[in-house]
């Protein structure tokens, strides 16, 4: 049988950085898609997208696109396949990125197609930041450790907030802080090894999974725990069934998508127990599809990188934001596909000096921050000297 994690780097591989496809629509009268587009839609890379023709039901369609450097690979699937499943693609294409398409190019009939009214489409690819939505994403802080895992629960979920624990946004969240997760079907306790994009006014794509007690909001390759598995959120639609913290299960009603800002808290276990502003949680993984195999292996709590978090909680945050936010972001359409590409020996040698890499330039962040304070101190050291010397004279 194949595993969880399997399956998830069976997801991971085709895609080579995440992305957004933004879908611009033009009539056939706006020639080469000149002029501004009728309609213009953004997607989650490998989003099914259902094209219904006109009066001939039979030649409807579904596609995804994919983004591939300079093109996009679009797999167009037969009528009735609104999932968009892989073992029923009937062609697939190659276009450009930022070339005006006519429909009769997917539709594969240009007789049929071309008895309906018409339209055109050009694709354009840019890369995404995922996460969990910024604005109403919460998550249980457990402000005391001594306290049980019930309790903290019940504080954030059920009879309101206590100095114990509290639901809060995951924006407020930091390095060092305790936080509900899941272990063994059972709400357990987890620490957050650093709080990604704090300081950033990033956007992304947002799915909006409206479930039956309560709402969560993540980018479309943030993993979630959906119908038993980890999995990218792109694959949850109406019916999926999103993991209580107890091992039961809840049933998304509605699946919306919007643009808003990001956050990110990163957790020593790879989860986290996910919320809206109301309602109850659904456990999460705290990373997206290219790297949350890592996460969730429990092998990342050995490294150096999360002790020396652990032992450095407010240096590590501040040296997320300072030095790795904006690097970090930039190198990961590379590292995905690297991570895919290689076989699994060189994966686990590239994590080892990843994390050697991030320890050494946590300990120079360290010690340029302490030379910083060293020379603060002796500088306002040298003025008092000066203020009582003038004051002398």
Not at 207 to 231: P, Q, R
Request: with cysteine; charged share 20%.
């Amino acid at each position: 049988m194949m595993t969880s994690t399997a399956k998830l780097l069976l997801l991971v591989a085709p895609a080579v950085f995440a992305a957004v496809i933004r879908i611009e629509t033009f009539s056939t009268t706006q020639a080469n898609c000149g002029g501004d587009p009728t309609t213009s839609e953004d997607y989650a890379t490998r989003e099914c997208i259902t094209v219904d023709i006109e009066g001939q039901p039979e030649q409807d369609f579904s596609y995804d696109v994919r983004c591939r450097e300079d093109e996009i690979e679009a797999r167009i699937y037969p009528a009735g396949n609104t999932d968009c499943n892989d073992q029923t693609v009937r062609t697939s294409k190659s276009v450009e990125t930022d070339v005006c398409i006519n429909e009769e190019y997917f539709c594969g009939n240009a007789t049929i197609c071309n008895s309906n009214v018409l339209v055109q489409r050009k694709f354009t690819c840019f890369s995404d930041e995922p996460c969990f939505a910024r604005e109403s994403s919460y998550a249980c802080r457990v402000n005391e450790p001594t306290v049980a895992v019930g309790d903290a629960f019940a504080s954030c979920f059920a009879n309101g907030p206590s100095i114990k624990a509290q639901r809060v946004l995951m924006s407020s969240l930091r390095a060092g802080d305790l936080v509900l997760s899941q272990s063994a079907a059972e709400p357990s306790i987890s620490r957050v090894i650093v709080n990604q994009h704090v300081e950033s006014d990033h956007t992304s794509v947002l799915m909006h999974m409206k479930h039956s007690k309560g709402s969560l909001s993540v980018t479309a390759d943030h993993v979630v725990l959906v119908d038993g598995e980890f999995m990218p959120a792109r694959v949850v639609k109406a019916g999926s069934k999103l993991a209580l913290a107890d091992g039961g299960h809840v049933e998304v009603e509605h699946v919306a998508r919007s643009r808003g800002g990001i956050i990110n808290p990163i957790t020593s276990d790879g989860k986290i127990l996910a919320a809206g502003p109301t309602g109850l949680p659904v456990v999460a993984a705290t990373g997206n599809e290219w790297l949350a195999d890592v996460m969730l292996s429990g092998c990342a709590k050995y490294s150096l990188s999360f002790n020396l978090a652990a032992l450095f909680p407010a240096t590590v945050q501040a040296y997320y934001d300072a030095w790795l936010e904006a690097g970090f972001n930039a190198a990961v359409p590379t590292l995905a596909a690297l991570k895919a590409a290689a076989p699994a020996p060189v994966v686990v040698a590239g994590v080892v000096a990843g994390d050697l890499v991030l320890a050494i330039g946590l300990l120079t962040f360290y010690a340029s921050s302490f030379k910083v304070l060293a020379a603060l101190a002796a500088l306002g050291f040298l003025a008092q000297r000066y203020l009582f010397k003038a004051k002398k004279a």
